[in-house]
T-cell receptor, first 114, second 111 residues
Framework: EAGVAQSPRYKIIEKRQSVAFWCNPI?????LYWYQQILGQGPKLLIQ????????DSQLPKDRFSAERLKGVDSTLKIQPAKLEDSAVYLC????????????FGSGTQLSVL | QKEVEQDPGPLSVPEGAIVSLNCTYS??????FMWYRQYSRKGPELLMY????GNKEDGRFTAQVDKSSKYISLFIRDSQPSDSATYLC???????????FGTGTKLQVIP
């Protein structure tokens, strides 16, 4: 079974530039998450999708962050414009559905904002 | 007060030692408890998952949950250098509720 795929692996941009991350969850997984992990901290939920609908985006900085999962499969997270404090690893995770608590993570995209 | 508090570490132990990793939580609605292991430059991987209070064992790993004290632990027996990683506790209240993570404890097992 293929795992959660994320790209790019690394990204370096200057502040005020835009950036996009892509995630393809495990096949058949209805629930998809984007987490932000700042160095030395645990993952912090940005947004949760159930199929192509948003379940929780309460911690997403909506003035600069956006995410979509149009066909209920892969997802894109965008930051525009980026700030220095956005430097972090962006993790995508998926799970089968709400009855299964186990999350499976991708390797993440490490973003450096200079 | 954070919903989930985790001993910050770092923790350095000799090979073969018993390791105890701990988390406390404040949200009594949490029902599902997980431990994830995260190697450097990798995403977290699920190590242990438990629902009820008590102990759950899997090889050298034992997860312990005490809902009355809102306290969970992960024990690693006969620790190996390959166990060197950051360990994250995680929990949620089920259904569509978000999974909340601790800050992680970095463990180093010295050969």
């Amino acid at each position: 079974e293929a795992g959660v795929a994320q790209s790019p692996r690394y990204k370096i941009i200057e502040k005020r530039q835009s950036v996009a991350f892509w995630c393809n969850p495990i096949s058949g997984h209805a629930t998809l998450y984007w987490y932000q992990q700042i160095l030395g901290q645990g993952p912090k939920l940005l947004i949760q999708f159930q199929n192509n609908g948003v379940v929780d985006d309460s911690q997403l900085p909506k003035d600069r962050f956006s995410a979509e999962r149009l066909k209920g499969v892969d997802s894109t997270l965008k930051i525009q414009p980026a700030k220095l404090e956005d430097s972090a690893v962006y993790l995508c995770a998926s799970r089968w559905d709400s009855r299964d608590e186990k999350l499976f993570f991708g390797s993440g995209t490490q973003l450096s904002v200079l | 007060q954070k919903e989930v508090e985790q001993d910050p570490g770092p923790l350095s132990v000799p090979e073969g030692a018993i390791v105890s990793l701990n988390c406390t939580y404040s949200n009594s609605a949490f029902q599902y408890f997980m431990w994830y292991r995260q190697y450097s430059r990798k995403g977290p991987e699920l190590l242990m998952y438990t629902y009820s209070s008590g102990n759950k064992e899997d090889g050298r790993f034992t997860a312990q949950v005490d809902k009355s004290s809102k306290y969970i632990s992960l024990f690693i027996r006969d620790s190996q250098p390959s166990d060197s990683a950051t360990y994250l506790c995680a929990m949620n209240s089920g259904g569509y509720q978000k999974v909340t993570f601790g800050t992680g404890t970095k463990l180093q097992v010295i050969p």
